[in-house]
């Protein structure tokens, strides 16, 4: 019994915390990562992913992907999470 009242405590504390947090809208709802791998595989069909993360930035939520080039040169680049609009990219060789 003390599990479940763990469990209703966790639900009651997470509804609190996201209470303030606004509510999802298209512009602020981050495209899936299935949809950046399918683009990501258009524009660089021979690269290999090293990591991809979602981040949450003061501007939005930000996709970091980090990869990797048949030449061995490292492409980092940041994608807008909500229409996977490039923002930034930075190439550098692989050591």
Same mark, same amino acid.
């Given at each position: 019994?003390? @599990?479940? =009242?763990?469990?209703?405590?966790?639900?009651?504390?997470?509804?609190?915390?996201?209470?303030?947090? !606004?509510? !999802?809208?298209?512009?602020?709802? !981050?495209?899936?990562?299935?949809?950046?791998?399918?683009?990501? =595989?258009?524009?660089?069909?021979?690269?290999?992913?090293? /990591?991809?993360?979602?981040?949450?930035?003061?501007? @939005?939520?930000?996709?970091?992907? /980090?990869?990797?080039? =048949?030449?061995?040169?490292?492409?980092?680049?940041?994608?807008?999470?909500?229409?996977?609009?490039?923002? =930034?990219? /930075?190439? @550098? /060789?692989?050591?």
């Amino acid at each position: 019994m003390t @599990g479940w =009242r763990i469990i209703m405590v966790l639900a009651l504390v997470g509804q609190s915390l996201w209470a303030d947090s !606004p509510l !999802p809208t298209e512009q602020n709802t !981050p495209a899936s990562m299935d949809k950046l791998f399918t683009l990501l =595989r258009q524009e660089c069909a021979e690269c290999r992913v090293l /990591k991809m993360e979602l981040e949450e930035e003061e501007h @939005g939520a930000v996709y970091e992907v /980090k990869l990797l080039t =048949r030449e061995g040169t490292v492409i980092k680049r940041e994608y807008r999470a909500s229409d996977l609009q490039l923002l =930034r990219q /930075k190439t @550098g /060789k692989h050591r």
